[in-house]
């Protein structure tokens, strides 16, 4: 039977999980962006810091780029959509 935790991350788990080339980002970044509103919702159980997987999920969506070039071509298409 799953836990309810086992849909969070720790913050160790996270900074894995949004490492790069097996070098995990650093714990304290979390924490910054956590104090600075930037990064991903959180939840304190007692004295862990959690992140709901979902949450994490949707907060990556939101700040995905696209390139330029991309977003011309888009906006072109919606201006002239008969082209």
């Given at each position: ?5 086992d849909d969070y991350f720790t913050e ?40 709901p997987k979902a949450g994490v999920r949707k907060w990556l ?23």
């Amino acid at each position: 039977m799953p836990r309810i935790l086992d849909d969070y991350f720790t913050e160790p788990q996270l900074a894995e999980e949004l490492g790069r080339e097996g070098k995990p980002l650093k714990i304290r970044t979390l924490q910054n962006w956590k104090t600075r509103g930037l990064g991903p919702p959180w939840v304190r159980v007692r004295q862990q810091v959690l992140y709901p997987k979902a949450g994490v999920r949707k907060w990556l969506e939101a700040n995905t780029r696209h390139p330029v070039r991309a977003r011309r071509a888009e906006q072109s298409r919606d201006q002239h959509p008969h082209r």
